[in-house]
Structure formats: structure tokens, C-alpha cells
């Protein structure tokens, strides 16, 4: 995801649910979705009655209702947001409605100007959402054969290759499973608050998060960060399982 550079439209279905407050996009993703915040006509700025909209159109194969339940799940155990509402409009588009959180995104241009100090962050969230949410239980899969049913069909022989030399898990955890750096929200003083776009949550080896979480570090604030998700997580790197992650993500 990323944020919006250029106008972007807003769907009537969100036009409609606003009822009249302010529309703002904030995200798109590669396959056309957007998130807006939304914020109503009484509102001073502040969180309270804001609440975001994603939306997504029939075309993106992407479950937002599957980001319900998982939200709804996670919410007993850590900070994750409170769902509103879940629909499809008359396009087929859907839309998940959830209340806005605390805490600004690690990509916050407030962050990107200390990226030592979101990028440790980014660890100790994460090892809190590993250590909080209880595998036995979870009903959602991550690992590494669900993955591989989403495989790139261009992947080449090397990749696949290299995909089928799977690392032994270390131990299973309820990963985020999208846990680069935009998905955690930090407070003023930069500790994490929260998580946000658990859509894939599920249980997997935690080094399927860190790997992600650390690779993100470079596209967001540069090279130099990523030992810095290590040690806020409290754990040394496991390169060849770090490699073999970061090749999953690129190819799934």
C-alpha cells in the first residue's frame, strides 16, 4: 500500500455512508482498492468519531470480510480496530468500516524523520502481538503450504526451487502476516499502540513476520534499520530463515 499521490474518486457507496463528513484517502493498494478516513461533520480533528473505509472493487480478489472476522478475533488478546460495519454495495465492491485508533502509522512523516526509533518499535509491537494472540485455537493459517497455493505462476525454476527447501519451523505463533512498517501505529513518545490490516492474519513461524517487518524498514526509511526490528523483537537474526521468508513474500 502506499499513499495516494494524485486526486483519487470516491466511490457513492462511500460518499453515501459518510453522510455528509469528510471523505480523505489515505491508502491505495496495487489492486485498486482505497482507504479513506472518514470523519463527520461535528468532528474537531480529533480520533474520537473518525473512523476509516476500506473499499475494495469485486475485481481485487481480495476478502475483506475475512478482515472482519480476523479483527474480531484478534481484539480479545491486543490493540487492533474495533469493526463497524461490513457490506457490499450494488457493484459488488465491499466495504469494512472500522473505528479509528490512536497513534500515528511508522510511516508518519513524523517517523520517517527518527527511523531508528519506529524501526525498534516495530520489533517490540511485534513480538507483543506474537506473544499476546494464542495459536491454540486460532482458526486462521498462514504457513508455508496455504502460502504456496498463492504462488506466482511466473516464478521461475530457481525460485521454485528454492521455495520447496523449506526451513524447519522455530515455533508457531498467530502471525500479522502484512507486517511491514505502515501497519503500526505509534504514540507520541514512539512506542506501538496497535496494529491495523490483519487481513491475512494466521498462524506460521513468527520469522514470517520479522523477515517482512525488517525488510520493510528499507523501503521505508532506507538501509540500515532492519537489526533494529531484531533487537526491539529480542532476537538475534536467523538469516537463512530471514532469506527464505523474504523470497515467499516477493513470490505469494
Not at 228 to 234: A, C, F, M, N, R
Amino acid at each position: 500500500m502506499t499513499a495516494p499521490t494524485e486526486e483519487v474518486p470516491v466511490p457513492a457507496s462511500v460518499e453515501r455512508l459518510a453522510a455528509g463528513g469528510r471523505v480523505t484517502p489515505v491508502w491505495v493498494n496495487e489492486r485498486g482498492g482505497v482507504t479513506f478516513r472518514v470523519d463527520d461533520c461535528d468532528n474537531d480533528g480529533d480520533d474520537d468519531g473518525a473512523r476509516y473505509v476500506k473499499w475494495n472493487p469485486a475485481s481485487t480478489g481480495l476478502s475483506l470480510a475475512g478482515e472482519a472476522v480476523r479483527l474480531r478475533w484478534a481484539a480479545r488478546w491486543t490493540p487492533v480496530p474495533r469493526v463497524l460495519d461490513h457490506r457490499r454495495d450494488d457493484d459488488g465492491a465491499e466495504l469494512l468500516v472500522t473505528a479509528a485508533l490512536d497513534g500515528l502509522s511508522a510511516v508518519d512523516p513524523r517517523w520517517l524523520r527518527e527511523p531508528a526509533t519506529a524501526a525498534r518499535s516495530l520489533g517490540e509491537g511485534l513480538r507483543a502481538l506474537h506473544d499476546a494472540l494464542p495459536v491454540a485455537g486460532c482458526p486462521f493459517d498462514w504457513g508455508i503450504d496455504e502460502r504456496l497455493t498463492h504462488l506466482d505462476p511466473e516464478a521461475d525454476t530457481d525460485v521454485r526451487a528454492a521455495l520447496a527447501d523449506r526451513p524447519d519451523v522455530d515455533h508457531l505463533v498467530v502471525c500479522h502476516a502484512d507486517a511491514c512498517a505502515p501497519n503500526t501505529l505509534l504514540d507520541a513518545d514512539g512506542r506501538w499502540t496497535a496494529h491495523v490490516d490483519l487481513g491475512r492474519l494466521g498462524v506460521a513461524d513468527p520469522w514470517a513476520d520479522l523477515a517482512v517487518c525488517a525488510m520493510s524498514t528499507g523501503w521505508n526509511y532506507g538501509p540500515g534499520y532492519e537489526h533494529l526490528v531484531y533487537e526491539g523483537y529480542g532476537v538475534e537474526p536467523d538469516a537463512a530463515r530471514i532469506a527464505y521468508y523474504q523470497l515467499l513474500w516477493d513470490n505469494t
